[in-house]
């Protein structure tokens, strides 16, 4: 057993450093020296989850050992770690929905079978959970085969790390599921880590018009880099963003855009992605509102689809190598995104600093 220092969360809002043991992988499973994890608001979230796990979902590291029958990496090989772990014999899988698995995925199983032994990641002599079955807030881990991706370009820890949640759940968002296409008008709301990524994404994909929605001036300074043509500067008496839908239907030559991301996280700005569609177009939730909300259905009108993604509809062995080569062609922005690097002693500040809007994205860096 290795001896290393984690993240835990205590069910109560918090958080604290312990040492845990890490143990040598069984077989199908991969031992990781983790170099860096990305903070999310989802790892905020854990926090009050009602049990305490091994924090962490967005990581990228070094692998130390394989178990038997690991034929997808070696030991020293350089990896990303993936959350949504596909099984590729479920329904979901073989209908191309890897992101949503029935076996293994920890959001979409009903029983998930993803996670490594538990016996591999002891705290105080018994077995926690690793959260999203990686818990990559941790100096060392054990994961199953499937939540490994090789990395095969040149690229730094830090923007590695954030591929495998906060890039691919943006980035996906718009050209997976929202399908953003050349010529296409495009808007995001919510300009923090994955509204930033929606915004590239939309770039990447050739779209004509990419408007930019937020409170924040620094914000919408900042999606100009990633992107945007177009920034709206929001106002929080706009209920909704209406008054915003109607500039942007004015920007859209009158009829609306194409595709509409919604990146904030506020169940209140729920329905804002259809106000902001032509008829035909699509709405995109992208920032995992779970809370119940009223929407008028006139919004809908006419024929406009409501999609909510799971990872941007991830199909992890496909879409995650597409990203790292659009990293290293120079036009998927990673090293732009990274405000601030954290020892994981500085977790606290790092959420603080994430809920204050201080950051775009802030990574927990190991030696």
């Known amino acids: 057993m290795i001896t290393t220092q984690a993240a835990v969360s205590d069910t109560r809002g918090s958080f604290s450093i312990q040492d845990i043991a890490v143990g040598e992988p ?36 070094v692998v130390t050992a394989v178990g038997d029958g690991v034929t997808v990496c070696g030991v020293g090989d350089k990896v990303l770690l993936n959350w949504a772990i596909p099984c590729m014999d479920c329904l979901m899988c073989h209908r191309g929905h890897h992101n949503l698995c029935s076996v293994n995925n920890t959001v979409t199983a009903a029983n998930p079978q993803g996670h490594a032994r538990p016996e591999s990641a002891l705290l105080n002599d018994k077995p926690i959970e690793r959260s999203f079955a990686l818990g990559s807030m941790c ?83 900042m999606a100009k880099q990633f992107g945007a ?7 929080r008496e706009d209920a909704g963003l209406l008054n915003a ?35 035909g177009g699509t709405a995109v939730q ?15 009108e006419w024929d406009k689809v409501y999609i909510n993604p799971l990872y941007g509809g991830c199909r992890p062995t496909i879409d995650l190598p597409i990203l790292l080569d659009l990293y290293a062609k120079g036009e998927l922005l990673l090293d732009e995104m990274i405000s601030k690097q954290y020892a994981l002693d500085d977790l606290g500040q790092a959420f603080d600093d994430m809920h204050h809007g201080r950051i775009a994205k802030g990574v927990i860096m190991f030696d």
């Open 26 to 61: 069984g077989p199908g499973e991969v031992a990781v020296q983790v170099k860096a994890s990305g903070i999310c608001h989802t790892d905020y979230d854990s926090m009050n989850w009602d049990r305490p796990v091994l924090m962490g979902h967005e990581g990228a590291g």
């Open 139 to 221: 100096g060392h881990t054990v994961v199953r085969e499937a939540a490994i991706i090789p990395i095969h370009v040149d690229i730094p820890w830090a923007s590695a790390c954030i591929i495998g949640c906060g890039v691919m759940t943006g980035y996906g968002s718009a050209v997976n599921s929202g399908k953003v296409g050349a010529g296409d008008n495009a808007v995001v709301i919510g300009c923090g880590g994955v509204g930033l990524n929606a915004i590239q994404g939309c770039r990447i994909a050739g779209a004509n018009r990419v408007i930019a929605i937020d409170l924040s001036e620094t914000r919408l300074e």
């Open 229 to 235: 043509t177009h920034t709206i500067l929001a106002k």
């Open 245 to 279: 839908a109607k500039e942007v239907e004015v920007l859209c030559g009158g009829i609306g855009a194409d595709v509409a991301v919604e990146a904030t996280a506020v169940p209140a700005l729920g329905a804002a992605p259809l106000a902001m569609i032509r008829s």
């Open 286 to 300: 992208a920032s995992g509102i779970e809370q119940e909300i009223t929407i008028d259905m006139n919004l809908f």
